[in-house]
C-alpha cells in the first residue's frame, strides 16, 4: 500500500464511525473553533514559515496576503466553523417514502457520502473550512492543499484532528496528505476504492487537470466565465449599476462578470455610461469592434477574452444585434456558472432564463448574488458549474447521498 | 472532426431544441410506439440478421434469447415507450424557491442534463427504452449498442428518428455510433466536450471499462451483489421464503442475491430448510467450512465467490457470530446495490440499515422489490451503485438537472 492508500483506507474506516454520529459532530466542531482560537499563536507561528518561504520565492503581493494567517482570520476560520456547527445536520432526514400497495414501507434517508478527498490552492482557511461541511455531514476528508501552504495547513489539520478525536470522533477523521507532489494528487484522483467524492478547489487550471486525470467521482466547483446581457429593453440606469457591481465589487470571485453583451439599439446610449462608471475603478475594456466605435480608448478583444475569466478589473464588450446572438454566444464561451439579463420586456426575460443554461440565470439583478449564504443555503463548499448530483452552491445537504430503507413483513415477489 | 464528435455537436445541437419542449415530447413517444408497430416486419427482418451470424458465431442459447425480437416483443418495446410517454414530464418542475429578505426571488427548476451517452450490450430493447427515457426528459442521446445487435438497433434507431422528426423534434435528437468496435466506445467516453453524461448498461465488464476509461460523467448502473443475512432472531419459514425468491425468482437480474449470511445460533435449525427449498431449483451451494458441516453436498466457497454475482442458480453462504461481522460481510464484497436481514428484533433491524451503506437496505423482505416500478418511481434506466446524483432505481427524473432562475428589480450585494 502506498502512503495514499493507506490514508484512503484510514479514511474508509473513519466514515463508518461518522455515519451514525449525530450531536457529537456539533460538539466537535464547537471544540474545534475553540481549539483553532485558543492555539493561534502557533498557527501564525507555521504560517510565518510559509510566508517566509513564499516572499522568497517571489509570490505577488495578492497571493501573499491569500496565504497570510492573523488573529483576525483565525477568529474568522473559527467562527465560521461554528457557523457550520450550528446548521441543521443534513444526515438522517427523511426525504420521502410511501407504503406500497402491497404494504412494502419504503424510505428515503440521507447518509453521507463516505469519504471526500478536496485538492486546492493556497489559501489556508480552506482547510478548517472543508474540514467543518465534511464533518457536519457526516463524511471523513482527506486534504491536499498547496505546497506553498503546508506548514499552515498541517498545524491546522492536527489542531482540528486533536480536538474531533478528542471529543469522540473517529481517528483520522480529517487527514492532511504529507505529499504536495503532482504524483500525490494524481493518486488522490485515482483512489476509486476508498473515495466518494473529489473536490478540486482553485484555478481554471487545477480544475480541468482533476477533471481530465481523475477516476473518482468529481464536482468541479469555482470557474465563472459569466455574463452580463443588455437587452434593448433595459433600463440603463439599472444595467450601468448593476454591471459596476458585478465587476468591480470583488473581481477575483467566481460569480463576478467578465464579459457585457449589449444590443445594437442601446449600445450607444448605453456603453458610453457602462465605461463612465467603470472608469471610476480604471476598468480595463476589451471591446468588439463595433463597440470600440462607441467607446474608443479601450483594447480590442481578441477571441480568447471571450473565453477568459479575468479576475480582474479587465471586461470584455460586446455588442449583439438580438436576444438570440447574447443567447449564442452564452452557450459558446460561458463555464455556465451566473449570467444575468436587464430587460423590461417581460418575453425576452423568459426567453432568456429558459434557453441560457447556467446554473444561475438572473433578471435584472448582478450575477454576485451566486452564493450559498445569499441563495439561504448556508455555507457552502463551492458553486458547481456541473449538472449531476450539485449544480450552483454546494452546501452541506450537497456532501450526503440517500439510500432506501425498506419494511416489509416477509414479502416476495 | 472524428465520426463521434460530428455526433456529439449535433447531439448537443438537438439537446437545444429539446429543452423548451413540452406536449411535443409525449406526441413524439406516441408516434414512435406507433412507427415500431407497424414497421415490426421490417424490425424481426433485421434482427434475423443479428441472429443468423450470432448463431454462426456459437452464441449461447441464453444470449440469443436476449437478442431475439419477435411481434410480441416488439409490441412490448412500444408499450414501454408509450407507458414513459404518459409520466409526468420531469422537466420544468419548480422544485422549491423563496423570496429572500432582500427581495430577490429565487426559484429552483428542473431542466434537461443536455446530451447522454449510453454504451450497452445485446438486448435491442434497451434500444428504444433508453431513447424514450432521455427524450422524455429532454435529453438528446447518442446509443451506442454492441456490434451482435447492430442491425437491430439500426432499424430500430431509424425508425425512432423518422417517427420524432416527424413530429417536429430536432433532427439528431436520438442518434446510434455505427461503430461498433472499442474505439467508438472509447471515443464516446471522453466526449467531455459534449455528453453530459454516460450510462452504461451491461455486465460488470463493460461497467468497469466505462468507470476506468471515462472522463465524462458516469453513473454506474446494475451491478448487484446482493445478501440476505439471517439474523439469530428470524423466522425461519420466513427466511426460507424470502431467499428462495430472491435468489430464484429471477437468478439473471440485479436484484437477486448471490450470498446469504446467517447467524451461528439459527445455522442449524434453518440452513437445512433452506437448502431443501433451494434443492427445488436445483440452486448450486457454494458454503464455507461451518455450513458445509451442516449442509454437507455443496460445493466449498473460494475467497473470490464472496465477490461473484452469479446471475444463475448459485448461492454462497457463510456462517458468522455476530451482526456485526455480518456486516463487515458486506461492506467489504458488496457492490452497493441491496442487502436484507431477515430479523425479529428491533434492535438489530435498526444495526443493519443504519450500517449497511448500500442503495436500498430492506428488514424482512427480499431483495427483488429494488426497482423503478415497485419503488413508485415509474420506468427506471437502471439503478444506481453510486452515491452522487442518482443512487438506486433512477428514473425520469435522474435523467435531469435543475437550474435557479433568480428575479431582482436592480439587486446589487
Redesign the interface.
Known sequence: MTRIEEMGAAAEKAA?GL??LGAEKTEALKAAAKALKDNSAAIIRENKKDMDAAEKAGMSVALLDRLMLNEERIRDMAAAMIEVALETDPVGRILGG?K?PNG?I?EKVS?P??AIGIIYESRPNVTSDAAALCIKAGNAVILRGGKEAYHSNRVITDILHSAFVGVGLPENCVQLVEDTSRESARELMEL?EYL??LIPRGGAGLINAV??GA?V?V?ETGVGNCHVYVDEFA?ID?AR??I???KT?RPSVCNAIETVIIHSKIAEAALPEIKKKLDEKNVEIRADERAAGIIPATTPAEEDDWYTEFLDYILAVKIVDSIDEAIEHI?KYSSGHSEAIITNSLEN?DKF???V??????????T???DGG???LGAEIGIST????A??PMGLSHLT?????????????
Open positions: 463508518r455515519r451514525t410511501e406500497r412494502l419504503i447518509v457520502l463516505g476509486v466518494d467524492l477533471k481530465e477516476k467521482p464536482i433600463d439599472m449599476e448593476i459596476f457591481n458585478a465589487s452557450a426575460a432564463t429558459e434557453n443554461d447556467s446554473a444561475a440565470v438572473y433578471v435584472n439583478s448582478s454576485r448574488f451566486t445569499e441563495f439561504g456541473q449538472k449531476l448530483h449544480r450552483g447521498s440517500h439510500k432506501y430503507i425498506i419494511r416489509g413483513k416477509g414479502h416476495i415477489r
